[in-house]
């Protein structure tokens, strides 16, 4: 059997928000999944295990971005690029889920056409990982049309999630509230867009049409890119038990205004963060990392908890069995360290004072998919890798 512990961690974020920090120094993953935290010996480390020296650095669970417009492949339309999610990953990005495949030049917008894309991308990206990181394609957008059956029929093709409500030609709530039933009864995860109306096409949505229609994920409570009133926002944080998004691409002042109520309302269970990208604001590889230490530094949470909006609550919204340092989840992790140069002491801190993170190595199933970052500043910490404990200990 294949192990990997990692070792000498100074910080274990686990993602859970109910208890963000872990005790320990180690992390055993055992055939690409978590098999157990603690201290190092404790883990029983073994001749043939590989190690991954952290050298008192920080490890997470892998981010996961809730909200992407990917179309098919590591390529958008949107903003003509090649490579956005490969280069996401380099921003501790580990999974990715689409809001919905608008970008596509052309979207059919019929009953079958709009099923066959949602297929498509749920389908290709399954067998695609962009660097090694893992995306959740095929979002179903929301057209006339379609009925119960194709619901299920999507559902049973691997379509999981509705992207965006309000982005297709379903837009008001009486519409969309029975196709948003269907699409639970179907297993699905149902996102809605909230706020200014994004693009030519699209349109504006209230707090009011969002309660109305009953999704799971309130997308971008803080606007995308316009924002809500923040009566609106205390109306969704006090009146609905429903996901509430924060991105990247939105307001960042009802970000923080947002972030701030959930703190008072004890509500940070229920805030994910997208990156929202790409968009018309553009392709931001370390979105997320951005938003984290946005809220660290400037709202009253704390850099772990923004750390486990990102990962666990993310992962419990979507039923990821990952986005938790926890025995049995995919072992998908980030090591990430203060950046050169920076007033904080370690990951957390550098947050805390506003400064993107160094991610020093990502893993996706226990693999090492990224051994440096080429986009974030460079770690003060750097992990080493020894291949076995021989390696590691220097005999033969
Ligand atoms: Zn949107």
Redesign the pocket.
Known sequence: MSRLILKNIETIVSGDIKRPLLKGDAILIEEGKIAGIGRFDDLKPGRNDTLIDCAGTTVTPGLIDS?CHPVLGDFTPRQKQLGFLESQLHGGVTTTIS?GEVHLPGRPKDPAGTKALAILAAKSFANFRPGGQKVLGGAVILEKGLTKRDFEEMAAEGVRTVG?V??GSIKNPAEAAPMVQWARDAGMVVMM???GT?IPG?STVTADMVIQTDPDIV??ING?PTAVSMEEVEKLVRETTLALEIVHCGNPKVAVEAANLCVEAKALDRIIIGN?AP?GTGVIPLGILRVIAHLASLSSVKAEEAVCMATGNCARIHRLPRGLIAEGREADLVIMDTPMGSIGSNALAAMEAGDVPAVAMVLVDGEIVVPKSRNTPPPVRKPLVARSWRGDDGEE
Do not use: F, I, M, V
């Open positions: 909200h809001a965006e309000g982005l867009h909230t706020g994004s699209s997308s971008h995308g929202d968009s």
